[in-house]
T-cell receptor
């Protein structure tokens, strides 16, 4: 069990550029979540995958955001035409099981700064 | 709809003193409740969770939390603070009848003084 990994750990980009983040969940975890955390706040839910199916998207996920999880393994989160308001920590979590047995394990996050 | 409120965005405790972090939830039925810790520039680590079994839940690093339905609370405590406890702590809630989306509080930053 190597834990959830995320790449890159830090990203600085200019407004208007596109960025893509990757999340590798714990092996065999069928659920994968993306959260966004702004300074001084708790994480906010963005989207959720069960295997390769994206089952829910938050209203926070505008049309500029897209997430994929091909083959139900790693996931990518892309932000097009970045804005300064997109600056945040993007966290990925994975889990296995349902109900009371489910526990989400978080990766170290990708910190995005949009200039 | 459910929500969680953490009272106090910053808490300062002396090394060796009691740590008490407050969390209140709002939910039509008792949800699952979690405490996570986040060290600087790191992701979240689960400290403990309540899933309707024992109301007093013991977690890692000497932390424990008590679920009180009458007070809709899930406060986190540690009898004796250590310097390594300096971090940000998040309370989170999840509905028992849904999939796993967590709703987090705003967090409490803990500072431990010698």
């Amino acid at each position: 069990d190597t834990g959830v990994s995320q790449d890159p750990r830090h990203k600085i980009t200019k407004r208007g550029q596109n960025v893509t983040f990757r999340c590798d969940p714990i092996s065999e975890h069928n659920r994968l979540y993306w959260y966004r955390q702004t300074l001084g706040q708790g994480p906010e839910f963005l989207t959720y995958f069960q295997n390769e199916a994206q089952l829910e998207k938050s209203r926070l996920l505008s049309d500029r955001f897209s997430a994929e999880r091909p083959k139900g393994s790693f996931s990518t989160l892309e932000i097009q035409r970045t804005e300064q308001g997109d600056s945040a920590m993007y966290l990925c979590a994975s889990s296995l099981g349902t109900g009371s047995q489910e526990t989400q394990y978080f990766g170290p996050g990708t910190r995005l700064l949009v200039l | 709809a459910q929500s969680v409120t953490q009272l106090g965005s910053h808490v300062s405790v002396s090394e060796g003193a009691l740590v008490l972090l407050r969390c209140n939830y709002s939910s039509s039925v008792p949800p699952y409740l979690f405490w996570y810790v986040q060290y600087p520039n790191q992701g979240l680590q689960l400290l403990l969770k309540y899933t309707s079994a024992a109301t007093l839940v013991k977690g890692i690093n000497g932390f424990e939390a008590e679920f009180k339905k009458s007070e809709t609370s899930f406060h986190l405590t540690k009898p004796s603070a250590h310097m390594s406890d300096a971090a940000e702590y998040f309370c989170a809630v999840r509905a028992t009848d849904s999939w796993g989306k967590l709703q987090f509080g705003a967090g409490t930053q803990v500072v431990v003084t010698p």
